[in-house]
C-alpha cells in the first residue's frame, strides 16, 4: 500500500493511542528511528504499524462498565479535538505525540 505524509506510526498490539506517533515527512521517520521514541518499540518487542493519517473533525469514545456480561452503564462523548492533533501534552495514559524534527 502507498500513501502520503502524515503518517501515522503505532505498536500493532496497543490500547487508545499509547505509544502513537504522526510523522510528517520521510526526515521525519529518520528522526523517529534514531531517536529514544523508538526504544519503548525495541524493548518490548512491539512491532510497528504505518497508517495513512486521516485528518477529522471529531473523535469519539465510549467507555461502559460492564456486570456479569451485561452493560449497566455506557456513554458515547467527543473528545474536545482528535487525539492525533495534541502535540505530547499527555503523558503515558494518552502518550499520543508529534515528531517534531530538531536541526
Same mark, same amino acid.
Given at each position: 500500500? *502507498?500513501?502520503?505524509?502524515?503518517?501515522?506510526?503505532?505498536?500493532?498490539?496497543?490500547?487508545?493511542? !499509547?505509544?502513537?506517533?504522526?510523522?510528517?515527512?520521510?526526515?521525519? *521517520?529518520?528522526?523517529?528511528?534514531?531517536?529514544?521514541? *523508538?526504544?519503548?518499540?525495541?524493548?518490548?518487542?512491539?512491532?510497528?504499524?504505518?497508517?495513512?493519517?486521516?485528518? !477529522?473533525?471529531?473523535?469519539?469514545?465510549?467507555?461502559?462498565?460492564?456486570?456479569?456480561?451485561? *452493560?449497566?452503564?455506557?456513554?458515547?462523548?467527543?473528545?474536545?479535538?482528535?487525539?492525533?492533533?495534541?502535540?505530547?501534552?499527555?503523558?503515558?495514559?494518552?502518550?499520543?505525540?508529534?515528531?517534531?524534527?530538531?536541526?
Amino acid at each position: 500500500m *502507498v500513501f502520503g505524509w502524515p503518517v501515522v506510526v503505532k505498536p500493532v498490539i496497543g490500547s487508545g493511542s !499509547m505509544y502513537t506517533y504522526t510523522i510528517g515527512n520521510r526526515e521525519e *521517520v529518520l528522526s523517529f528511528f534514531e531517536g529514544p521514541e *523508538v526504544e519503548w518499540f525495541r524493548r518490548n518487542r512491539y512491532q510497528i504499524i504505518a497508517e495513512e493519517y486521516i485528518a !477529522m473533525k471529531g473523535d469519539y469514545h465510549c467507555d461502559a462498565i460492564i456486570r456479569n456480561g451485561r *452493560v449497566i452503564f455506557s456513554v458515547l462523548q467527543r473528545y474536545f479535538s482528535p487525539l492525533l492533533e495534541y502535540t505530547g501534552t499527555w503523558d503515558r495514559s494518552w502518550s499520543t505525540r508529534r515528531m517534531r524534527v530538531t536541526p
